[in-house]
């Protein structure tokens, strides 16, 4: 088939691979200059299946503005406008009675298998990117230990492996953890659980050129439309600064949406509406100070939801997920987290200033559904497919997604189950 591929980010590269490699004809249209240089450009680089449970049982918690509390949850910049409360509403409702462990459930499944799919393709193709095997999820103290037991009694039920560790076994695997912060112990979750997001789209983006998928960089998709032969019109223009804004339209046997918060805005005119919002996550990364003093892998601190993870000689910190953040503008309190969280741990890991110092301060947009799964598969509309509204496990979920939408394209029941990662559930 003739497919279109709509962004060009993580889960666009992927998609674009598995479609190449199963012998179709794919074009993925970018309206940036190169891959992955919006939500997927800096962000988590953890993949181990787990690390996205609720480990405090506040993953559903709205933070105030005015509030103090630091944590996990959902911090609120300001005051939401009248339309954004139902949104948040909904947010919220889908965490309260038990309801969120099926969602839990089912991306546990799902990132367990996109390990698997991407560790068989990093092989396959013999791909170079900084990675490293397992991550510990750390407690602070024993009250940590005890609100993080439904979330492990999930785990077991999902199949996810992990072994439960005291601090000096902790320690042991992690030997830079600071010994002035409390450890009661951790969770050792197995497999890959460290990979650069960035070199990893940039190389798959590569594999993918070499079987014969087309990129084409500062386009951007203005409108889709869905024919009644089944194909898809996509119309298309440049966004390079030398070229004129002209409109081209091509025909493709099916087209999938895989560019976020900017593919709900793609679908609204289509009578499509994806309960989709926008979550600002944060990064910043900075260069190993001394090795001995840095992670040799992944920690994620159960308390905060921040992870520290090594990329290289250089240490990647993420969280801070805040609703009504200004684009492009990190967030002060967001960044002051990470920093804190990452003195707690590894005081001594990073350069911070001087001649040698080199800080990257980075914030994301992450496209969430309320109910914190993400919109795989085809459409109600005849040759539109979505691959998008992953939230913060966008970079977790991309291999597995891709390898599971590629299949049911071709009309083979995928290795996974996307029951509930169906668009049908909201009416698409």
């Avoid at 996205?52 to 049982?57: E, F, P, S, V």
């Avoid at 953890?177 to 590569?206: H, K, M, W």
């Avoid at 967001?334 to 890991?349: M, N, R």
């Amino acid at each position: 088939m003739r497919l279109a591929v709509i962004g060009a980010g993580v889960a666009g590269a992927t998609t674009a691979y598995e479609l190449t490699r199963d012998g179709h004809e794919v074009t993925v249209f970018e309206r940036r200059s190169t891959i992955a240089e919006e939500a997927s450009f800096a962000t988590g680089a953890l993949v181990a299946p787990g690390w996205t449970a609720d480990w405090t049982g506040s993953q559903r918690q709205l933070r105030m503005p005015w509030s103090a509390r630091r944590g996990d949850g959902l911090r609120l910049t300001g005051l939401p406008a009248v339309g954004e409360w139902p949104w948040l509403w909904r947010w919220r409702q889908a965490g309260k009675g038990g309801r969120l462990a099926p969602a839990h459930r089912q991306l546990h499944q799902l990132l367990r298998y996109s390990q698997q799919r991407q560790m068989t393709i990093t092989a396959e193709h013999v791909l170079e990117h900084d990675r490293s095997q397992g991550m510990l999820v750390l407690w602070r103290d024993a009250h940590d230990a005890e609100m993080a037991q439904p979330a492990l009694a999930l785990m077991r039920e999902s199949g996810v492996a992990f072994k439960l560790l005291g601090a000096e076994q902790a320690r042991a695997l992690e030997p830079a953890l600071s010994e002035e912060t409390p450890l009661q112990g951790a969770v050792e979750l197995a497999g890959e659980g460290v990979a650069n997001c960035r070199e990893f789209a940039l190389l798959i983006r590569n594999a993918a050129q070499s079987q014969g998928c087309r990129f084409e960089f500062d386009t951007l998709v203005s409108a889709l439309d869905p024919r009644s032969d089944g194909q898809v019109e996509v119309s298309v223009r440049s966004t390079a600064p030398s070229n004129d804004a002209v409109v081209r339209t091509e025909r493709f046997d099916a087209a999938i949406v895989c560019a976020g918060a900017l593919g709900a805005e793609l679908l609204k005119p289509l009578g499509l509406r994806v309960p989709m919002n926008v979550v600002h996550g944060h990064s910043l990364s900075a260069a190993v100070r001394e090795p001995l003093d840095a992670p040799l892998s992944a920690v994620l601190d159960a308390r905060s939801g921040v992870s520290i993870a090594r990329l290289g000689q250089r240490v990647r910190v993420a969280g801070g997920h805040e609703f009504g953040a200004i684009p492009g503008e990190a967030s002060k309190p967001a960044l002051t987290q990470l920093y804190k969280v990452l003195a707690d741990w590894f005081p001594g890991a990073v350069r911070l200033g001087g001649p040698r110092g080199s800080i990257q301060e980075w914030q994301g947009a992450q496209a969430c559904l309320p109910d914190g799964l993400a919109l795989i598969g085809p459409t109600r509309l005849p040759g539109l497919w979505l691959n998008l509204g992953h939230a913060a496990s966008g970079w977790s979920a991309a291999c597995g997604s891709a390898r599971a939408l590629a299949d049911r394209l071709q009309g083979r029941e995928p290795d996974v189950d996307l029951t509930g990662f169906s668009p049908q559930r909201f009416g698409l």
